[in-house]
């Protein structure tokens, strides 16, 4: 049987030192001892510079839960042709903290201030994303395009 674990600042930079030193600049930190847990629940901490592509999820019990635990994301729901239909800011502590991602719908985050770190929670067991999950509009992870796309998604919420 596992013990009891706190979630306290101390984990949350544990997570967060853990994510600087990646070198996809993002960690997670998983509650769940394997991939084939039927509930995924994990800190997910990430950096200014990491890239995480505008997916979704098409199974009907992949639905997922984000809580900002520390920092700030911005989130970036789209329509399928690739054309933005919802931003928001997430901050710990913020007038909205989370949010809840029904399956099928394409969103992607930028985490907008260093050592970011959110709980994820959806169903599991792992399965990794297939060609259908992953929009062709959308620059993939360590693509020459990528960097230039995660500029422009960050300027989203940049205030003038």
Known sequence: MNKPQIIDQA?????????????RRRKNYNFHTNDGDACHRLLNAIETDSYIPPHCHL???????????RGK?????FKPAGEISRTVVLQAGGEALGINIPHGQIHAL?????GSVFFE????PFVPLSAQE?????PQEGSPEANGYLT???ELFTTT
């Open 134 to 138: 992953k929009p062709s509009w959308a």
């Open 110 to 114: 930028v985490a907008l201030e260093p």
């Open 11 to 23: 984990l949350l930079q544990q997570a967060a030192e853990a994510a600087a030193a990646s070198p």
């Open 152 to 154: 422009r998604l960050k």
């Open 73 to 77: 994301i911005g989130m970036i729901l």
């Open 59 to 69: 199974d009907s019990g992949k639905d997922e839960t984000i809580l900002v635990l």
């Open 121 to 124: 929670a959806k169903a599991g």
